[in-house]
């Protein structure tokens, strides 16, 4: 399953953000692959690392797993539980592309402060605030389940606590910063990753 774990990382990578990428500085004048590079020393560049070292350790849990350097914890190595892991895979990264393709111009991958974008609402994001996010979440989780090693799993708690991070300290208060009371009352109505969960209670 590493193998095939390394093949689906590489496919998402080249797709999502690659052929992603060159389209929507095409289409709309912006090179959103920019925002992957964080001054280093600031919030944003830990919160980064974060999730990048999580995202490393998954595709070095793979390596491992493919060369049979680490074998899966006996616990869950099953062959249902590496099949659930590639549909989740698949059904997370669909997700996330959805996602990208709801947020049209407004899609990011890191925030800039200088910049006014429209509060997207609709689509997938009537289902959660940061559908990109929990795709790519679920994406990961499938993939570390399809190694489910020593090194997938803790790297995939790793990359969960950077996303958590991502969103929590400067996503969404660069959009109520920006948005005010729409998105107050966007926050409370829909969940932050899961449908109904992580809705804000707001005080008059």
Request: overall charge positive.
């Given at each position: 399953?590493?193998?095939?774990a390394?093949?689906?990382?590489?496919?998402?990578?080249?797709v999502?953000?690659?052929?992603?990428?060159?389209?929507?500085?095409?289409?709309?004048?912006?090179?959103?692959?920019?925002?992957?590079?964080?001054?280093?020393?600031?919030?944003?560049?830990?919160?980064?690392?974060?999730?990048?070292?999580?995202?490393?350790?998954?595709?070095?849990?793979?390596?491992?797993?493919?060369?049979?350097?680490?074998?899966?914890?006996?616990?869950?190595?099953?062959?249902?539980?590496?099949?659930?892991?590639?549909?989740?895979?698949?059904?997370?990264?669909?997700?996330?592309?959805?996602?990208?393709?709801?947020?049209?111009?407004?899609?990011?991958?890191?925030?800039d402060?200088?910049?006014?974008?429209?509060?997207?609402?609709?689509?997938?994001?009537?289902?959660?605030?940061?559908?990109?996010?929990?795709?790519?979440?679920?994406?990961?989780?499938?993939?570390?389940?399809?190694?489910?090693?020593?090194?997938?799993?803790?790297?995939?708690?790793?990359?969960?606590?950077?996303?958590?991070?991502?969103?929590?300290?400067?996503?969404?208060?660069?959009?109520?910063?920006?948005?005010?009371?729409?998105?107050?009352?966007y926050?409370?109505?829909?969940?932050?990753?899961?449908?109904?969960?992580?809705?804000?209670?707001?005080?008059?």
């Amino acid at each position: 399953m590493g193998l095939l774990a390394l093949v689906l990382m590489t496919a998402f990578l080249v797709v999502g953000l690659g052929v992603r990428g060159w389209q929507h500085r095409r289409r709309y004048r912006h090179n959103v692959l920019g925002g992957l590079k964080r001054k280093p020393g600031t919030k944003e560049w830990y919160i980064g690392k974060c999730m990048g070292t999580g995202a490393f350790a998954i595709a070095v849990a793979a390596v491992l797993d493919a060369t049979g350097v680490l074998a899966p914890l006996p616990t869950l190595h099953f062959t249902a539980v590496e099949v659930a892991g590639v549909v989740m895979a698949l059904v997370g990264f669909a997700a996330a592309e959805w996602a990208v393709t709801a947020m049209a111009e407004t899609w990011r991958v890191s925030v800039d402060t200088s910049e006014q974008v429209r509060l997207v609402t609709t689509g997938p994001f009537s289902l959660v605030r940061n559908p990109v996010y929990t795709g790519l979440a679920v994406t990961m989780l499938g993939i570390t389940l399809m190694v489910a090693n020593l090194v997938s799993i803790p790297g995939w708690i790793t990359l969960a606590a950077g996303l958590e991070l991502q969103v929590r300290l400067l996503e969404e208060p660069y959009l109520r910063g920006l948005h005010g009371k729409d998105f107050d009352d966007y926050s409370a109505r829909v969940g932050r990753f899961v449908p109904g969960l992580g809705r804000r209670v707001h005080t008059v």
